[in-house]
């Protein structure tokens, strides 16, 4: 069974900060992972994507996130934080090899960034 | 490339009223999933398609909730009679899957819905 833990509900750090988003998962098969983000009253934008490629994945807007097989971990990082990125942050889980499809979300961080 | 549509991006009912909501996923998009967003919480999967047939419905309450998938496109999803606790945004989603490489899942805007 598939699951994803995110450790930190809520995050705040100072614009121009480094930003640390923790998600760990639990999957039986090789796993695909994601981050989306999710600005007030908007849909879910997908960050970037891990699908058994390189594990150091690069995605929109400066983030990048490592999978880290033997922590089960998938940290979302940023080495500066802007005011736009405040926003929620899902981590999501999917193992294409159960053949089921599913996508598993993480019940997400919501970062703030302080002027 | 055409987004996931979602109707209406709002509605407001009273409770034991009926809802339906519409989804038209990305052309040529295999399966079709429907997630309940509560408030502060991470969206949860109601119900998922693959083509026209369902794959998984373990989450959708049955006594109230319903949903379609006519011909393998659209869908619908239904609540009859709404209670106060399905306030909440419901979100479309649809995905390509090639291979062994699960494919992103693409996101309509939402239809949020409020129960008095």
């Known amino acids: 069974a598939q699951s994803v833990t995110q450790l930190d509900s809520h995050v705040s750090v100072s614009e121009g900060t480094p930003v640390l988003l923790r998600c760990n998962y639990s999957?039986?098969?090789?796993?695909?992972l994601f981050w989306y983000v999710q600005h007030p009253n908007k849909g879910l934008q997908l960050l970037l994507k891990?699908?058994?490629?390189?594990?150091l994945v690069k995605g929109i807007n400066g983030f990048e996130a490592e999978f880290k097989k033997s922590e089960t971990s998938f940290h979302l990082t940023k080495p500066s934080a802007h005011m736009s990125d405040a926003a929620e942050y899902f981590c999501?889980?999917?193992?294409?090899?159960?053949?089921?499809?599913?996508?598993?979300f993480g019940t997400g961080t919501r970062l703030k960034v302080l002027a | 490339e055409a987004g996931v549509a979602q109707s209406p991006r709002y509605k407001i009912i009273e409770k034991r009223q009926s809802v339906a909501f519409w989804c038209n996923p990305i052309?040529?998009?295999?399966?079709l999933y429907w997630y309940q967003q509560i408030l502060g919480q991470g969206p949860k999967l109601l119900i998922q398609?693959?083509?026209?047939?369902?794959?998984?419905d373990s989450q959708l309450p049955k006594d109230r909730f319903s949903a379609e998938r006519l011909k393998g496109v659209d869908s619908t999803l239904k609540i009859q009679p709404a209670k106060l606790e399905d306030s909440a945004v419901y979100l479309c989603?649809?995905?390509?899957?090639?291979?062994?490489?699960?494919?992103?899942?693409?996101f309509g805007e939402g239809s949020r819905l409020t129960v008095l």
């Open positions: 989603a649809s995905s390509l899957e090639v291979g062994l490489y699960t494919g992103e899942l693409f």
């Open positions: 999957s039986s098969y090789s796993p695909s």
């Open positions: 891990y699908t058994s490629a390189a594990t």
């Open positions: 999501v889980v999917s193992d294409p090899g159960s053949g089921t499809y599913k996508y598993i």
């Open positions: 052309s040529g998009h295999a399966t």
């Open positions: 398609f693959q083509n026209n047939g369902v794959v998984d």
